[in-house]
């Protein structure tokens, strides 16, 4: 039987969030309804509350997200009512060209749940990422659900977006091993999740890069070995300093833009690897002389989701985070109720650059 629950909408490009009534389907066949404890405010749900991702309001928000199975459909094997389970935006298909290729995390067919969630009025909502975990209760595809033990809602939710990404990037994408040294460009979130994924990984040297001295203390808070303040410093003759006058074997941009990204070009040393992991803007455009791209060789990559397979990931780090080796609670800022008023204001502070993640509890 359907329910009814409360959930954050974004109604329409411009407009304010609002507390609204959401119908909550049973699920059908592959599907999963998941009582949700906690979820992250994550720039992306700002996004799509001004009409940046796509015009297909009302909104749904949310999506980094933990909370136990509450029931499934037919067919579905994967978790059962009681699990405990973060959330990814990833639904592995298991039959494209990248996974029938082993490559599964590079999915090119990933799924939500079939039916709507809406309005009472009956209007269909767009779930954010095909989540929309800020509700009490969400409808997902069951491959959208990863078992992990049970820790605390609020920073294992961390992991179905930010934190996995940065993390991700570092450890999946760029591949950062034992005695390399790593430059990440942009502290916020992501690029915090990405020194500490450095770290994990047995890099030598990790250097933070940004304009804020207060984002640069909390990364070193978060591992960082150096700091570089933009604002102060070429940031590519720093890192180069820092690095025997060669540049990074890795750099990580976690900002997303045309100038960050051509620091980070320049900024690794030669045969070395340019991670992108800050999301650019459909108007952003990058000139960089080829010559220069063919001379100094190595890996110009982007990273989709940390490229995590949440299967084999989520279960790992949140061990890793049991054992004291991931403080997972460093990202969590404050914690809010789940509340329109609430929200604008988590988004401001977001927006202002004063947390790393604001989550809501429920």
């Given at each position: 039987?359907?329910?009814?629950?409360?959930?954050?909408?974004?109604?329409?490009?411009?407009?304010?969030?609002?507390?609204?009534?959401?119908v909550v389907?049973?699920?059908?066949?592959?599907?999963?309804?998941?009582?949700?404890?906690?979820?992250?405010?994550?720039?992306?749900?700002?996004?799509?509350?001004?009409?940046?991702?796509?015009?297909?309001?009302?909104?749904?928000?949310?999506?980094?997200?933990?909370?136990?199975?509450?029931?499934?459909?037919?067919?579905?094997?994967?978790?059962?009512?009681?699990?405990?389970?973060?959330?990814?935006w990833r639904?592995?298909?298991?039959?494209?060209?990248?996974?029938?290729?082993?490559?599964?995390?590079?999915?090119?067919?990933?799924?939500?749940?079939?039916?709507?969630?809406?309005?009472?009025?009956?209007?269909?909502?767009?779930?954010?990422?095909?989540?929309?975990?800020?509700?009490?209760?969400?409808?997902?595809?069951?491959?959208?659900?990863?078992?992990?033990?049970?820790?605390?809602?609020?920073?294992?939710?961390?992991?179905?977006?930010?934190?996995?990404?940065?993390?991700?990037?570092?450890?999946?994408?760029?591949?950062?091993?034992?005695?390399?040294?790593?430059?990440?460009?942009?502290?916020?979130?992501?690029?915090?999740?990405?020194?500490?994924?450095?770290?994990?990984?047995?890099?030598?040297?990790?250097?933070?890069?940004?304009?804020?001295?207060?984002?640069?203390?909390?990364?070193?808070?978060?591992?960082?070995?150096?700091?570089?303040?933009?604002?102060?410093?070429?940031?590519?003759?720093?890192?180069?300093?820092?690095?025997?006058?060669?540049?990074?074997?890795?750099?990580?941009?976690?900002?997303?833009?045309?100038?960050?990204?051509?620091?980070?070009?320049?900024?690794?040393?030669?045969?070395?690897?340019?991670?992108?992991?800050?999301?650019?803007?459909?108007?952003?455009?990058?000139?960089?002389?080829?010559?220069?791209?063919?001379?100094?060789?190595?890996?110009?990559?982007?990273?989709?989701?940390?490229?995590?397979?949440?299967?084999?990931?989520?279960?790992?780090?949140?061990?890793?985070?049991?054992?004291?080796?991931?403080?997972?609670?460093?990202?969590?800022?404050?914690?809010?109720?789940l509340g329109?008023?609430?929200?604008?204001?988590?988004?401001?502070?977001?927006?202002?650059?004063?947390?790393?993640?604001?989550?809501?509890?429920?």
């Amino acid at each position: 039987m359907a329910q009814s629950v409360r959930g954050v909408v974004a109604p329409g490009r411009g407009e304010g969030v609002r507390l609204e009534w959401v119908v909550v389907p049973d699920p059908g066949p592959g599907e999963a309804v998941v009582k949700v404890e906690a979820c992250g405010v994550c720039h992306t749900d700002l996004h799509y509350r001004e009409g940046g991702i796509n015009d297909e309001f009302p909104f749904l928000l949310g999506h980094e997200a933990a909370g136990v199975v509450e029931s499934v459909g037919e067919g579905v094997t994967e978790v059962v009512p009681g699990d405990f389970v973060i959330l990814n935006w990833r639904a592995v298909c298991g039959k494209c060209r990248a996974c029938r290729r082993g490559r599964p995390w590079y999915c090119f067919d990933t799924h939500n749940a079939a039916q709507p969630m809406t309005l009472e009025d009956g209007t269909a909502l767009s779930p954010a990422l095909g989540i929309g975990a800020f509700a009490e209760k969400t409808l997902v595809a069951a491959g959208q659900c990863t078992k992990v033990d049970r820790v605390p809602a609020a920073a294992a939710g961390l992991l179905g977006c930010g934190v996995m990404a940065g993390i991700g990037a570092a450890v999946n994408t760029g591949n950062v091993g034992r005695g390399d040294s790593v430059a990440v460009i942009g502290c916020g979130g992501v690029g915090d999740a990405a020194i500490a994924g450095a770290r994990l990984a047995g890099a030598s040297r990790v250097i933070a890069v940004d304009i804020d001295a207060g984002k640069l203390a909390t990364a070193q808070a978060m591992g960082a070995t150096h700091t570089v303040n933009g604002r102060e410093r070429d940031v590519v003759e720093a890192v180069r300093e820092l690095t025997g006058g060669h540049g990074a074997d890795v750099v990580i941009e976690a900002v997303g833009r045309p100038e960050t990204y051509e620091q980070a070009f320049y900024a690794r040393d030669l045969a070395g690897t340019v991670v992108l992991v800050g999301v650019p803007t459909p108007e952003m455009r990058l000139e960089l002389p080829l010559l220069e791209v063919f001379g100094r060789g190595g890996s110009l990559k982007s990273s989709w989701y940390g490229d995590c397979l949440p299967s084999r990931d989520f279960p790992m780090l949140v061990d890793l985070y049991r054992q004291g080796r991931l403080d997972l609670d460093a990202f969590v800022s404050e914690t809010i109720p789940l509340g329109a008023q609430e929200l604008e204001k988590a988004f401001e502070r977001m927006a202002a650059g004063e947390v790393l993640r604001s989550v809501v509890v429920l």
